[in-house]
C-alpha cells in the first residue's frame, strides 16, 4: 500500500501519540517503524530504534502532537487551524 498521504499519516499519527502521554514527554509507540522514522526524521521524536516501549517526544513534537490533536479531535467547532463550519 504505497498510494497514501504520507504527510496526513504523520499528522494523525502525531497527534494520536498524545492520547498516550506519560512521564510529561513520552508516549506508547504502537506505529509503523517507517511512520515513526518520518517523525524522528522531521524532529518529532527521539530515535523510536531500541527497546523502550515508548518513544520521547521532542519539544516541537509535544506542540505539534497537542495542537494536530485538538485540532482533528476536539468536540468543538474552534479550532485555530480551522475556520467554523457551523450552519447558519
Known sequence: MDDYDREKVDEIVI???YLTL??????WKGFDW???????E???IEN???????????EEG?????RLFQ??????NDTQDEPSHRSL
Open 42 to 44: 522531521k524532529g518529532w
Open 34 to 40: 517507517e511512520t515513526l522514522d518520518r517523525l524522528y
Open 22 to 27: 506519560h512521564d510529561s514527554y513520552r508516549a
Open 62 to 66: 509535544l506542540a505539534q502532537s497537542t
Open 15 to 17: 497527534a494520536l501519540l
Open 71 to 76: 485540532r482533528y479531535f476536539s468536540k468543538s
Open 48 to 58: 523510536p530504534r531500541g527497546r523502550a516501549k515508548s518513544v520521547l517526544f521532542t
